[in-house]
């Protein structure tokens, strides 16, 4: 069964700190995204890559980097991070046709203090 | 421009009664169409999904979507609601003309009520 595992599962740091969420896909999947979830936000798209070596824009990447190391794995950066920032963050990835569909980790409860 | 739209942010039901979900969508041409669901604590599953033809698509545990052009809409139902349905649910466009990009509405949340 397709897998995407994250780490760490919750993870506190203060303003001004530095933090970098894993992802990790057994999927054998192309595509990888990461995403926010905030309430009443539903999920908004950070940054996502069609490969290694690869990383794309998404919708809400202000104050976030990530790199894509492998087909399988995939970091989220937060090198200055904000209260802002506080949030809940899943990384997934997806089929290729015909499917199409996506496959979510279980998420990254963040808090900055 | 590409959205979706989930009028309800919370919808509560009494176990056993039916159920819809709304979702309206805004996309020129005919869009992939899902829905998924969230459980507390966990990340998102998918029920169903809507490519083309019978507008009716049937998924897990008994949910239904119907999928309508002339409304722009794809409504989640199920006849007879259990307590552990109980969840948040997303319906989710993909933008078959823009590098597949997925659309997520904000999510309904429901609640079964024994």
């Known amino acids: 069964e397709a897998a995407v595992t994250q780490s760490p599962r919750n993870k506190v740091t203060v303003t001004g700190g530095n933090v970098t969420l894993s992802c990790r896909q057994t999927?054998?999947?192309?595509?990888m995204y990461w995403y926010r979830q905030d309430t009443g936000h539903g999920l908004r798209l950070i940054h996502y890559?069609?490969?290694?070596?690869?990383?794309q824009i998404g919708d809400v990447p202000d104050g976030y980097k990530a790199t894509r190391t492998t087909q399988e794995d995939f970091f989220l950066l937060l090198e200055l991070a904000s209260p802002s920032q506080t949030s809940l963050y899943f990384c997934a990835s997806r089929a290729d046709s015909p499917s199409y569909e996506q496959y979510f980790g279980p998420g990254t409860r963040l808090t900055v203090l | 421009a590409q959205s979706v739209t989930q009028p309800d942010a919370r919808v509560t039901v009494s176990e056993g009664a039916s159920l819809q979900l709304r979702c309206k969508y805004s996309?020129?041409?005919?869009?992939?169409l899902f829905w998924y669901v969230q459980y507390p604590r966990q990340g998102l599953q998918l029920l169903l999904k809507?490519?083309?033809?019978?507008?009716v698509v049937q998924g897990v545990n008994g949910f239904e979507a119907e999928f309508s052009k002339s409304n722009s809409s794809f409504h989640l139902r199920k006849a007879s609601v259990h307590w552990s349905d109980s969840a948040v649910y997303f319906c989710v466009l993909r933008d078959r003309n823009s590098n597949n990009r997925i659309f997520f509405g904000d999510g309904t949340q429901l609640v079964v009520k024994p």
């Open positions: 890559s069609y490969g290694a070596g690869n990383l």
């Open positions: 996309y020129s041409g005919t869009p992939y």
């Open positions: 809507y490519y083309s033809g019978d507008p």
């Open positions: 999927n054998s999947h192309n595509y």
